[in-house]
T-cell receptor, first 112, second 114 residues
Framework: GAGVSQSPSNKVTEKGKDVELRCDPI?????LYWYRQSLGQGLEFLIYFQGNSAPDKSGLPSDRFSAERTGGSVSTLTIQRTQQEDSAVYLCASSRQSVRAFFGQGTRLTVV | QKEVEQNSGPLSVPEGAIASLNCTYS??????FFWYRQYSGKSPELIMF????GDKEDGRFTAQLNKASQYVSLLIRDSQPSDSATYLC??????????????FGQGTILTVHP
C-alpha cells in the first residue's frame, strides 16, 4: 500500500486478556518501529527492527510485551495479560535506510 | 536517560504572525533533530529534520540548532489556522545503530487564531 497500515484501528479488551496489534509497513522499507503514545503524552519508543538484525527491544516496558516481524515485512506487537496502564495509542512506523520514518494511523487500545 | 524537553503550551499566536517553538535535549552527542506535526487524533507527520551541521529552511518553516545550548527551534512564518496542532520535537539516538529510534518531547500545542 501507499502508507503504513495498522490494524485494528481501535481495540477494547478486558483486563487480563492478550491482544495482538498488526503493522504492515511501506513496501521496501527495511526498518520498522513501534511507539506508544499515552493520553497527552509524547511518543515512547518500544521496539525497532532493521532487516535481519536482532531487534532493539530496549523500550519494551515489561515482559508482557513482545513483537515479531515475519519475512522482514509485517509485524505483530503482542501484549499479554493486559493492564489498564497499557491503554494508549500504539503507533508503528517504517523507513528505508534514512532516518525519515513514516507513521501509521495507530491502534487505540483501551483496557477495561 | 536521554531527555527531550518542550514547553507543553498552549502557544497561541494570531494568524500571519511568527510561531516559535523550542525544545532542549540532554545528549550532547545527538546528531539528528526532527520536528513532527500531529493533528488531534492523527498520527505524527514529519515536517522538518536537520543534522548537526546546519539550519534548514523549507517554505514557511525554519529549523535551527544551537549545539552549544543544546536546543532546537522551529519557526513558522505567516502562521495559518491550519498550522494549529501539536508539534513534537525528536532527537536521534546518537551513537546507536537504530537510525529510527527517536526520543520525543512531550509536544507543544500551537493554536493560530484568525
Amino acid at each position: 500500500g501507499a502508507g503504513v497500515s495498522q490494524s485494528p484501528s481501535n481495540k477494547v479488551t478486558e483486563k487480563g486478556k492478550d491482544v495482538e496489534l498488526r503493522c504492515d509497513p511501506i513496501s521496501g522499507h527495511t526498518a520498522l518501529y513501534w511507539y506508544r503514545q499515552s493520553l497527552g503524552q509524547g511518543l515512547e519508543f518500544l521496539i525497532y527492527f532493521q532487516g535481519n538484525s536482532a531487534p532493539d527491544k530496549s523500550g519494551l516496558p515489561s515482559d508482557r510485551f513482545s513483537a515479531e516481524r515475519t519475512g522482514g515485512s509485517v509485524s505483530t506487537l503482542t501484549i499479554q495479560r493486559t493492564q489498564q496502564e497499557d491503554s494508549a495509542v500504539y503507533l508503528c512506523a517504517s523507513s528505508r535506510q534514512s532516518v525519515r520514518a513514516f507513521f501509521g494511523q495507530g491502534t487505540r487500545l483501551t483496557v477495561v | 536517560q536521554k531527555e527531550v524537553e518542550q514547553n507543553s503550551g498552549p502557544l497561541s499566536v494570531p494568524e500571519g504572525a511568527i510561531a516559535s517553538l523550542n525544545c532542549t535535549y540532554s545528549d550532547r552527542g545527538s546528531q539528528s533533530f526532527f520536528w513532527y506535526r500531529q493533528y488531534s487524533g492523527k498520527s505524527p507527520e514529519l515536517i522538518m529534520f536537520i543534522y548537526s551541521n546546519g539550519d534548514k529552511e523549507d517554505g514557511r518553516f525554519t529549523a535551527q540548532l544551537n549545539k552549544a545550548s543544546q536546543y532546537v527551534s522551529l519557526l513558522i512564518r505567516d502562521s495559518q489556522p491550519s498550522d494549529s496542532a501539536t508539534y513534537l520535537c525528536a532527537v536521534n539516538d546518537a551513537g546507536g545503530t537504530s537510525y529510527g529510534k527517536l526520543t520525543f518531547g512531550q509536544g507543544t500545542i500551537l493554536t493560530v487564531h484568525p
